[in-house]
């Protein structure tokens, strides 16, 4: 497949038929939003309770976050994000489902945790966005639901600005290998 290139920002547009996709997908995450935020695996009563969402490899992968700032992209309605708080991260979420990011702002107020929530999707977050990040950061089971990984990763890379110790990617995909385990 050809990159198109957006003439004024340089970076990558994404293929005419993913507009149609991220709509359609939007609208479902729309609706998971409620049904996810109820459902036993998500389990909100323990995070409220002081669980930490973070497994112990993202943790490491990460390294110490006190008094970093971390954006997470596709953050749903924020159990990682306000876990990276918990561990003394200055936090922004971004998704692009707004009834995801109501219930991500309603548990932060409700639980105190400071975060700072952006509606994007992952073309337009670059704009949206203000400073930079010390660390990047995507949820597990989140690249996926990405139509076009690699045009979203240039859009992304062309426009946030990270600190000088992190790469954009701070935690890899982890793909099943041939022999069941993860990489």
């Known amino acids: 497949m050809d990159d198109v290139t957006d003439p004024v920002s340089g970076r990558p547009e994404a293929p005419a038929d993913s507009d149609r996709y991220l709509a359609s997908n939007r609208a479902l995450w729309d609706e998971w939003a409620d049904i996810n935020a109820r459902s036993e695996f998500y389990r909100i009563d323990e995070f409220r309770a002081g669980v930490s969402k973070l497994r112990p490899y993202e943790l490491e992968e990460v390294g110490p976050v006190r008094a970093k700032t971390l954006l997470h992209l596709q953050c749903h309605f924020g159990l990682d994000t ?93 793909a099943p290998t041939p022999t069941g385990r993860r990489r």
Request: negative net charge; aromatic residues 8%; hydrophobic residues 40%.
């Open 82 to 174: 306000l876990s990276w708080a918990r561990e003394g991260a200055v936090v922004t979420g971004a998704d692009f489902s707004p009834r995801a990011l109501e219930i991500a702002r309603a548990l932060a107020d409700e639980l105190g945790i400071p975060a700072t929530f952006v509606e994007s999707d992952l073309y337009e977050l670059p704009e949206r966005l203000q400073g930079q990040f010390d660390v990047v950061y995507t949820s597990r089971g989140a690249i996926g639901w990405l139509p076009d990984v690699r045009s979203i990763s240039a859009a992304l890379g062309s426009g946030i600005r990270t600190g000088p110790t992190t790469s954009p990617w701070s935690s890899r995909c982890r």
